[in-house]
């Protein structure tokens, strides 16, 4: 598992560093782990989940219990 954490970045440094990561992610990592915080408004956590949704290397994303919190599946 990798973890990241965007929350306080604005979405295009968001956007980046997950770009970053799913690029970088070798085959023996299954999920990332993105979090992206509440406290300051959905727009991160809105962004994440739709444009990583649809993304070629994430089979599917998981909510979590936190609301904070993303974890994106990988193929």
């Known amino acids: 598992m990798l973890e990241i954490d965007v929350h306080g970045l604005t979405k295009v440094e968001a956007r980046q ?9 070798n085959k023996n990592i299954i999920m990332i782990r993105i979090i992206h915080g509440y406290q300051s408004g959905t727009a991160l956590r809105q962004m994440i989940r739709s444009r990583y949704r ?22």
């Open 17 to 25: 560093r997950i770009d970053q990561a799913l690029k970088n992610a």
């Open 54 to 75: 649809k993304h070629p290397r994430v089979k599917r994303i998981e909510l979590s219990m936190n609301p904070g919190i993303t974890d994106l599946i990988l193929n």
